[in-house]
């Protein structure tokens, strides 16, 4: 079944640690209003092959901030659908999966593996007392003992801090959708955002809309990220969006898309889907390397930021994108991917 306590924990930096041996975790010690946690953030898989996969994105933006900026100090259990704020690496357009990359969890020397990358930028939250972690996965406690690794009482924590869908093997129990995990860090004198994503490599990138399982006949990316040829991942690209036309509502909002492929694509069945769900069905053939502008409604592009998602006719993720409200207010420019 899905992840039981899902929602973010948002809160100060007292400490960390990394671990080497066993099943490794990075540790994180946090405090919110007088009470204290621990992020249990893995940085090694139990399957094959072991390394996570990891992408750290500096000046972070995308709309889902609007939802976090408002949460509390504590732990805030998060609805799993869409139009909250819950994570979903898939279906949220977070992020390009191919600029993930495996990172082994310890190895010789500075600055090349999973501990020393997050430590980079967990020991800047530590030395800011404005700065907060919104850590978001699974709650446990409180528990009646202390914490095993940092010992204050009562212990009370978070995991799963990865992606959690697309499992297989035992950890297909905990598939769902809109429940994934992340590490973002927020300095709050710059206003800087930090976004830390990380998924083990047995997972797939397509799975199924209810339950977040694997869809049947899309095999495991092996070991980088990269789309297989049963994959239809980035074969048209969304590079460009109007999504704010001038003149009074309902406005033309428009999307343009480009076919990256050398072959004629049939776009019959496809369709665009926005943040709420709703689809606008694509119709025509797109020549190779050809562009092709296309109205949305009744999808809405969303003025004060959203995301659009191309899907093939099988339903499966081609593209998506995001823009923020600082982007969507601009009447009349038209927002590049």
Known sequence: MPLKRYGVLRAAVVDRRV????????????????????????????????DLLYLGVDDFRHPIL?????????????????????????????FDRTMMRPVPAAAPGPDNDLGDFLDHHVRRALG???????????????????????????????HDVHMNQGNNGRFAGDDGVFQDGALLLHFPAADDWVAIFLAF?????????????????????????APSPEEPDHLVRIVAALVNPPGPAPEPENVTLLNTTPREIDLAGWSLSDRAGARHPLTGRLAAGAVLQVGVAPAQLGNGGGTLTLLDA????????????????????????
């Open 314 to 337: 099988r339903g499966l993720k081609v593209d998506g994108v995001a823009w923020t409200g600082d982007q969507g207010r601009r009447e009349g420019w038209t927002v590049v991917f």
């Open 66 to 94: 609007d939802r976090v900026r408002a949460f509390p100090d504590g732990f805030t259990e998060i609805e799993s659908r869409p139009g909250t704020a819950a994570v979903d690496y898939i279906r949220g357009n977070l």
């Open 128 to 158: 800011d007392l404005d700065a907060r972690a919104y850590v978001f996965g699974e709650a446990w406690g409180p528990e009646p003992k202390a914490d095993k690794v940092f010992g204050f009482r009562p212990g009370n924590g978070i």
């Open 19 to 50: 671990e080497t041996t066993g099943t490794p975790h990075y540790q994180i010690h946090l405090r919110a209003a007088g009470t204290d946690f621990r992020a249990a953030v893995n940085v090694r898989s139990q399957q094959s092959p072991p």
């Open 201 to 225: 490599q047995s997972q797939v990138w397509h799975t199924d809309d209810i339950t977040g399982h694997r869809v049947p006949g899309i095999p495991s990316p092996g070991p980088a990220p």
